[in-house]
């Protein structure tokens, strides 16, 4: 249970994450957006990225084997990078309709799935 746990919220943290750092290229398309200013762009993103870090701390506290949690901290930090990616490229594919997914980067990801298959093979 707090496998499971520990992996939706590190899903929900990245999907913040995600919005945090490449929603205001998206948001650009509303013109009330175009006419924020650099810093207000960045306190927008900090106030999102606010969120990521109420599901990101919980979740590594709550997975950690030294708190009682199934993961050691590699496991923690391989498995945040490539919930990271699988949040990006469902964003991408999303809300950046022009942006393709191609060959090398399916092949790119595959490895970094077997970079995890490596990470918790005991």
Do not use: C, D
Request: positive net charge; charged residues 15%; aromatic residues 18%.
């Amino acid at each position: 249970m707090k496998a499971l746990s520990t992996i939706l919220l590190l899903v929900v943290s990245n999907t913040f994450m995600t919005l945090a750092w490449y929603g205001h290229l998206k948001f650009a398309e509303w013109k009330w957006f175009n006419k924020l200013g650099l810093v207000a762009i960045v306190l927008l993103s900090w106030g999102i990225a606010l969120f990521e870090y109420a599901f990101q701390v919980p979740a590594n506290k709550l997975g950690f084997k030294e708190n009682g949690g199934p993961f050691s901290l590699i496991q923690l930090k391989v498995l945040q990078e490539v919930i990271t990616l699988i949040v990006f490229v469902i964003f991408t594919v999303i809300f950046f309709k022009k942006e393709t997914f191609r060959l090398n980067h399916a092949i790119g990801f595959t490895f970094l799935i077997l970079a995890v298959y490596f990470i918790f093979k005991k």
